[in-house]
Each structure stands twice: as structure tokens, then as C-alpha cells.
């Protein structure tokens, strides 16, 4: 699982990176970068539910394979975006979707036999673009190059908070 590790961290550093800039952003903001960055991988929701058991129950050919599409994940953050307060559904749709397109950045750079990577932008495009060929998902050291920048990113933070605590109690 280093691969669903991975793209949390990333999530992670991006969403806190974001709230460096924007100071709206609080953690529970931040979350919803990281829950974007794991909702394409909604498909691997065919391990419990397989693609031909809800075939069979519906009754209609299915398939969980589109979740981990542009399209499918424009749809799945948009239905996440419905479970927040009206009022914050704006910030939480941009905040999921920048997880996902975190996510979907990274899965294009998957090493792949053909060299193409899956086709990202079904079903508008049936285009495959060129894989980075960077790296396996099961490889641990995309994990630990994340986890890094995630301490990194981390200790800023927490230098952040303590430096602007410092200035409220010199005030």
C-alpha cells in the first residue's frame, strides 16, 4: 500500500503548503486535500463489490474503472462536496479537487509496459499520454521521498505556528 500512503502525503504537504497562502485554510481544509487525493482510488472498491457481481445484480454491464478518470473523479468530488455546509462547498469542491488531480499527476507517472499511461481522460478522450516511467506503485521510495517532504513541510509548519504565538503573546 505504499502507493495509497503516498498520495495521503502528498495530499498532505500540498494542502498545508496551500494553507501557507491562504489563511482561511485550517486543517480540517487540508483533510479535504488529502481525501481528494485518495478519492480515484474509490475504484478499488471492486475488492469487496467486483466489477461482475454488481454486473449481475443490476442486471447491466458495470465496471468501478471509470472512478479513476478525470470524469469519475470530477463526479465523486462533486458528490463530496455535497456532504459540507452550502456555504463551503465551493472551497471544498477546489480543495478535493486539487487532491485529485494530485493524485491523477502521480499515476501518470507510473511505470507502464507500454509506456502510455491509462487513459486519464475517458470517456471524453480515449487518448493515453506517455507514461513519466518514473516509478512502480508498488515501489517504497515514492513513499518515503513524500513522507519527507510531508516532515518537511511539517516542521515549517509547526515553526509557522510557533513564531506567530511568539508575536500574539509579544502584543
Sequence with gaps: MPDVFTHVLVGYSL?????????WLRPAHVTLVMGGALSPDLMKIR?????????????????????HTLVGSALVIWLGSLFVAPDQ???????????ALSHHAL???????????YAVFWPLLD????????????????AVLAGLCALCVWL???????DSTTLECAR
Design 107 to 117: 499515476d501518470v507517472l507510473l511505470l507502464t509496459p507500454t509506456g502510455d499511461a
Design 47 to 67: 475488492i469487496v463489490a467486483p466489477d461482475g457481481f454488481v454486473a449481475w445484480v443490476l442486471g447491466v454491464p458495470f465496471s468501478w474503472s471509470p472512478l
Design 15 to 23: 494542502g498545508t503548503l496551500l494553507s501557507f497562502r491562504y489563511e
Design 156 to 162: 515549517v509548519d509547526r515553526r509557522r505556528d510557533a
Design 127 to 142: 487518448y493515453r499520454p506517455p507514461s513519466g516511467d518514473l516509478y512502480l506503485s508498488s515501489d517504497r521510495w515514492p
Design 89 to 99: 462547498r465551493n472551497r471544498a469542491l477546489v480543495l478535493l479537487a486539487v487532491g
